[in-house]
């Protein structure tokens, strides 16, 4: 994943994982953040996120690595009994796919994950939730980050103010997929505006286009659903 908080990740990883297991594959969602909270505690204030706090990017640092570090070796561990396995409609019965759910802003720690996922053999696949409508972004902190154990017993008001400095520390560095030269040949998914545009660039193979195909067709805001019950 990448993105600027409050921009929907977790959400789209619990979406793409439930959809691949549905499909047979062994799918599980890594979350940087609850290793940041297991490593550094949960209450952390905006200053913690700032680029410039030195302290903080180290132990930041250290709980992605250790995320990284943990989904390779999941990767790479025993399969699940083949004989008891479902059957995939994508022809992947052996594949197993693990989602990093991370802002991973930067052209830089981006390629840290290709170069330490190369090492690995593992294929990597990136999915960019890119949203600039204010409202929405706002309905999210308030429906989701504010019951997050960052800010358990927390103002509203406070929390959101947080959140919000939050976020403009990662602005600062932020740095879009394709921005840079040398993510010319990355695999990637740009969501813009949950799903007004789609970019993608350089998918390969059947399983990554089943990945696109369904994100491309995700609904992430709310809707009527209206249903009809014809009297005989």
Sequence with gaps: MVGLPARGKTF???KVCRYLQWLGIETQVFNVGNYRRKIAGAHQTHEFFDPNNTTANEVRMQAAMEALE????????PKRDQSRRPSTFCG???SRVAIYDATNSTVERRLIIRDRCAQAGVSVMFIESICTTSDLIMANIREVKLSSPDYLNCEPE????DFMARIKHYEDAYETLGKDASENDASYVQLIDVGTQSIINMIQGYLQTRVVF???NLHITPRSILMCRVGI
């Design 92 to 94: 992947e019965s052996n």
């Design 158 to 161: 406070k929390a959101a103010a």
């Design 70 to 77: 943990d989904l390779l070796k999941w990767l790479s561990g």
């Design 214 to 216: 369904y994100l491309m």
């Design 12 to 14: 789209i990883s619990q």
